[in-house]
């Protein structure tokens, strides 16, 4: 037995019984909840409601791939926007330049991201803190500035992808709900991805790294390569979510795909829903998208950043009284519940005994 598998079965062990201790009923309710997700355009025949549905789907996504090297990591990157500005590029030029199908256009932007990835991650993993989170700000920033002026990326113009070829082949709808369930299923396959990271030798590596780095170096722990395996798969998801969008929107600019905003709603919605947990990001998506949407059907053009002021609160609020998310909130809730119920029955016990 290696120490990875060692590894595995000591955490698995010490974690089993806060983790499995109800693990059926978790499984039903996860499979009714993706039952209803199934059925949300059959249900929803709104166009602009469906929009709506694909909007958090998407943000979720992007929180899901940003929570593996932000969460598990724990490796905070400000510049996450350059992978998924480089998915949409790369799909889009593959599909409209070369004819290539969307789909292999899509995996081929991931895999080049995760491999611009390992260069980033090989000069900024030098910086620790604050300082990795600056260095890759700039890294964005320089390839926003890039695209900006590259001609054949179509400058700060863009680019079109044409509507001449619709279906699944080349990824264009005139409906929603093809979107909706393309969003839905890359979601899922980045939550499957997360939870075998999390329940694998490389989920404990990464929290050890985020939590203990001296403590894992000493037990022969290569950081360096582990930061850039998390930052690498990172990233390949969230170019795959840039991908999707370019594929929703039909049209990519600069502004739209390399927006440094962007990135700072991809840990948004990770902190406020649990950074380091399997489904915060999906709570926090949904939460950030409906304060973004609300606000912009509130206040149109004439609230524009009204969003931002109500993150900036809520990030206030849930640095001094929840640092650990809404999930952290929620498990809190529960476990101060379970205690005050056995409580009540020790209570109970005690005066039978006293009675008797």
């Known amino acids: 037995m290696n120490i990875q598998d060692k590894t595995v079965i000591s955490a698995q062990e010490l974690l089993a019984p806060d983790s499995h201790g109800n693990s059926s009923v978790k499984y039903i309710l996860l499979a009714l909840c993706v039952l209803a997700a199934l059925l949300v355009p059959v249900v929803v025949k709104d166009p602009s409601h469906q ?12 929180g899901v791939a940003w929570n593996i090297v932000g969460g598990y990591a724990g490796q905070v990157s400000l510049g996450h926007v350059a992978f998924y500005g480089l998915g949409a590029y790369t799909s889009t030029l593959l599909l409209t330049q070369f004819g290539l199908n969307a789909w292999v256009a899509m995996i081929c932007g991931g895999v080049l991201a995760a491999a611009i990835s390992l260069i980033i991650g090989w000069s900024c993993f030098r910086l620790n803190g ?53 969003a839905l299923g890359l979601l899922l396959v980045t939550l499957a991805v997360n939870y075998w990271i999390e329940h694998s030798y490389l989920g404990y590596y990464f929290r050890a790294i985020k939590d203990e780095p001296d403590a894992a170096r000493s037990l022969g722990i290569n950081l360096s390569r582990y930061k850039q395996i998390a930052f690498a798969v990172s990233s390949f998801f969230t170019a795959i979510g840039g991908s999707l969008y370019a594929q929703k929107e039909l049209y990519i600019d600069p502004g739209s795909v390399l927006h440094t905003g962007l990135s700072i709603k991809m840990a948004l919605v990770s902190i406020l829903g649990g950074v380091g947990t399997l489904l915060g990001p999906v709570i926090g998506a949904g939460v950030l998208t409906f304060i ?11 609230g524009r950043g009204t969003d931002l002021v109500i993150y900036a609160a809520l990030i206030v609020v849930i640095a001094v009284y929840y640092p650990t998310g809404v999930m952290g909130w929620v498990k809190q809730f529960f476990a101060r ?20």
């Open 292 to 302: 973004e949407e609300g606000t912009r059907a509130l206040f149109g053009g004439s």
């Open 337 to 356: 519940r379970k205690a005050v119920k056995a409580q009540k029955e020790q209570d109970v016990q005690e005066a039978k005994r006293e009675a008797a």
């Open 51 to 62: 929009n709506l549905a694909i909007l958090i789907l998407m943000a979720a996504q992007l």
């Open 130 to 182: 604050h300082y990795f989170g600056m260095a890759t700000i700039a890294v964005a920033e320089i390839i926003q500035i890039i695209f900006t002026n590259w001609e054949y990326a179509g400058a700060a113009v863009g680019l079109t992808i044409p509507m001449d070829q619709q279906g699944w082949g080349s990824m264009i709808f005139t409906d929603k709900a093809p979107y909706y369930y393309i």
